[in-house]
């Protein structure tokens, strides 16, 4: 059975820096990528970045390219999101996922495109 468990979220002024990482258990060698997605009050959920298994290619919405870094480690299983010069709009609970394609931005029925979520861990960015 698969697993992703996040951490790392909390709450810092604008400008700061946080590293999610995702720990992921089970059998997804299958899956193709993995990514972190995440949902802002009164939002709805978006892809923010994602790596790929297939020769490690990393995708980054707009809205974080330059400030967000995707990275694996394979060999603890773990996924990272390194975030810099963090906005306000940031804001947001953060959620990993895997599956054969990761979606950057909004598409629709995102929750379904992805095979596994985990729980998520929530970010708050004050000005």
């Known amino acids: 059975q698969v697993q992703l468990v996040e951490s790392g979220g909390g709450s810092l002024q604008a400008g700061g820096s946080l590293r999610l990482s995702c720990a992921v258990s089970?059998?997804?060698?299958?899956?193709?990528?993995m990514g972190w997605f995440r949902q802002a009050p009164g939002k709805e959920r978006e892809g923010v970045a994602a790596?790929?298994?297939?020769?490690?290619?990393?995708y980054y919405a707009d809205s974080v390219k330059g400030r967000f870094t995707v990275s694996r480690n394979n060999a603890n299983n773990t996924v990272y999101l390194q975030m810099n010069s963090l906005k306000p709009e940031d804001t947001a609970m953060y959620y990993c996922?895997?599956?054969?394609?990761?979606?950057?931005?909004?598409?629709?029925?995102?929750?379904?495109?992805?095979?596994?979520w985990g729980k998520g861990t929530l970010v708050t960015i004050s000005s």
């Open positions: 790596i790929y298994t297939d020769g490690g290619s990393t």
């Open positions: 089970g059998d997804i060698y299958s899956n193709n990528c």
């Open positions: 996922a895997t599956g054969s394609y990761c979606p950057m931005g909004w598409v629709p029925r995102l929750t379904d495109v992805l095979d596994y």
